[in-house]
């Protein structure tokens, strides 16, 4: 045994006891407090510091002293460097919320959370956070810096107009968009030296351009101080060398997709991939055919949802993993997420709705998609449009998140190809009750409503 000062302590568990050889850690950034049930029965107590030696001595500890189930609070990202050793030595690890337990009631200390801990855990009374296999959380942790850069990216594209502002130049005000091919080779060629309108104007394909030349002109005649064009010139390098990060972390992506796919069969449904989906290219999407991955590991192509791209189930991927059996049915899943509305109840009524802060990748994927719906032809987007007209956009962002998430669980775990035949079905229904409604209104204020002719 390692040279820690365990002492023995005088606690009874009191509720029966379900899980044996249990431990409790309080994580912190510089100390583990660690309660664990030894092989005598009795609960013993440690203390331990955050360096990496010591953990592994940690861990041997639990390990010397039969402990196989653990249970740690989902501190920061303190518990992570623990969760992999413990996890590496074959114990099983139970992360939990510290928001779905509470302390004893008594003054909150280290000693006293660990102890509750484990006796909680010892009982069977904590819920396990859910947490994906290894390649996974690799994954997980590449789109996460790849979105760091790309938000870094466009703060720089802020400090270019911010730049051009300066310089009074407007044509950043007459093009959709300064980062596409014709905005980036103004500013390179502004970035050169080149300061004469007409050479700039040269370098546009005009006709792609709703703006007219004589304003497109005028918009590049600027102020072209030595200072302005030299900040210009750093703010575009800094712009190429998060581009070419962006790049890297696709390479790093790519490889993770590789190592998680070598051992699932190609599912008919990658062969029988649609080649006359359109498609639309936009920006910060990733380098490579991150879709024919995606259909290897769920067996389905999820893109066909109007809703579902390649950016979004990358990001569900990273944090759900390709097994869903861990959620019994879609309604699960959905909770998991904190979609579903959890009512107050008190006297028998639902006296309100409680407001769960949510900081699930998943779910702001499955919140961004449903937004993507606000200008789509199709029975989603109507979905989204009819709700948000009637609940407003919160609401109808939810709940449109909400059928997505029940609709994603369905295709993965049925394997069954998407079919928005039905959802068309329910809009023809509610198309027909809205026309009964108006007539009903319209007679009984008189008037006699007629279909218009084609």
């Not at 007409?198 to 002109?217: C, D, G, I, N, Y």
């Not at 101080?225 to 998060?242: A, G, N, R, T, W």
């Not at 006297?347 to 309100?352: A, C, T």
Request: glycine letters at 6%; one cysteine or more.
């Amino acid at each position: 045994m390692e040279n820690f000062k365990i002492k023995k302590c005088d606690f009874n568990m009191g509720l029966p006891v379900v899980n044996q050889h249990t431990a409790g850690i309080d994580i912190g950034s510089m100390l583990m407090t660690v309660s664990y049930t030894g092989k005598d029965g009795f609960t013993y107590l440690f203390e331990c510091n955050g360096f990496t030696v010591d953990l592994k001595a940690l861990v041997k500890t639990l390990s010397d002293e039969g402990v196989t189930d653990v249970a740690m609070e989902a501190t920061g990202v303190y518990w992570m460097s623990l969760y992999e050793l413990l996890e590496d030595a074959a114990i099983k690890v139970t992360l939990i919320n510290p928001a779905h337990f509470k302390n004893v009631a008594a003054h909150k200390t280290d000693v006293n959370d660990s102890l509750w801990i484990n006796q909680l855990h010892a009982c069977g009374l904590l819920r396990n956070s859910h947490i994906a296999t290894e390649y996974f959380r690799e994954l997980r942790h590449y789109i996460h810096e790849r979105g760091v850069i790309q938000r870094q990216k466009s703060d720089i594209l802020n400090r270019i107009h911010r730049q051009l502002t300066l310089m009074n130049i407007k044509f950043q005000h007459l093009i959709s968009d300064i980062e596409g091919v014709g905005g980036m080779k103004l500013l390179r060629a502004i970035a050169s030296g080149v300061s004469d309108p007409v050479k700039l104007l040269s370098l546009l394909e005009l006709k792609r351009f709703k703006a007219s030349p004589e304003e497109l002109l005028k918009s590049l005649q600027g102020i072209f101080k030595e200072q302005f064009v030299i900040l210009l010139k750093m703010k575009l390098k800094e712009y190429d060398f998060h581009k070419d990060q962006m790049l890297e972390y696709d390479k790093l992506i790519e490889g993770v997709l590789k190592k998680i796919v070598v051992d699932i069969p190609v599912f008919q449904a990658a062969k029988d991939k649609k080649k006359d989906k359109p498609k639309y290219y936009r920006k910060n999407e990733y380098s490579f055919d991150a879709n024919s991955y995606l259909i290897q590991i769920f067996g389905i192509d999820l893109t066909a949802v109007s809703a579902f791209d390649e950016k979004m189930l990358l990001d569900i991927v990273g944090v759900v993993g390709s097994d869903l059996s861990k959620w019994a049915n879609a309604e699960k899943f959905v909770d998991y997420l904190l979609l579903s509305p959890r009512s107050r109840k008190t006297g028998g009524k639902i006296v309100g709705h409680e407001k769960r802060k949510v900081n699930n990748p998943a779910t702001q994927a499955f919140r961004l998609a449903a937004r993507s719906l606000w200008n789509s032809q199709t029975p989603l987007g109507f979905m989204y449009r009819r709700l948000s007209a009637s609940k407003g956009k919160m609401t109808a962002t939810k709940a449109v998140a909400r059928k997505l998430a029940r609709l994603f669980y369905t295709l993965v775990t049925k394997k069954v190809a998407y079919d928005d035949t039905l959802l068309a079905k329910r809009q023809e229904e509610q198309e027909k009750r809205e026309i009964v409604k108006m007539k009903k209104m319209a007679e009984k204020l008189g008037f006699d409503v007629k279909k218009k002719a084609a």
